[in-house]
């Protein structure tokens, strides 16, 4: 297969079709926040602190997000870490 009907082929993109209704710079430097407290403690990465957080995650935060579509809800770090981790790699994940 040679490289024009390749997925690496190059393709021309019309910008004017994207709209980003973010800031990206400061959506990133609050990501960038969100993962320095998760390095600021480690235990989020031992195993009794992860399956808590990931019980917590499916029976209190899933439950409680889905009764409140749409509004911006912030959860606990623990609960956010597994939250994160689930948006990265859903397939993964289950």
Not at 8 to 36: K, M, N, P, Y
Not at 61 to 88: E, I, R, T, Y
């Amino acid at each position: 297969m040679g490289l024009e009907n390749s997925v690496c082929e190059t393709r021309i993109i019309d910008l004017t079709h994207f709209r980003i209704s973010v800031d990206l710079v400061e959506a990133s430097l609050s990501q960038l926040d969100f993962l320095c407290q998760v390095d600021r403690n480690p235990e989020l990465y031992t195993k009794p602190v992860a399956a808590n957080a990931i019980r917590r995650y499916e029976t209190i935060w899933l439950p409680l997000a889905s009764q409140f579509p749409g509004k911006n809800l912030a959860p606990p770090l623990d609960v956010h870490w597994v939250w994160h981790c689930h948006m990265l790699a859903p397939n993964f994940y289950r």
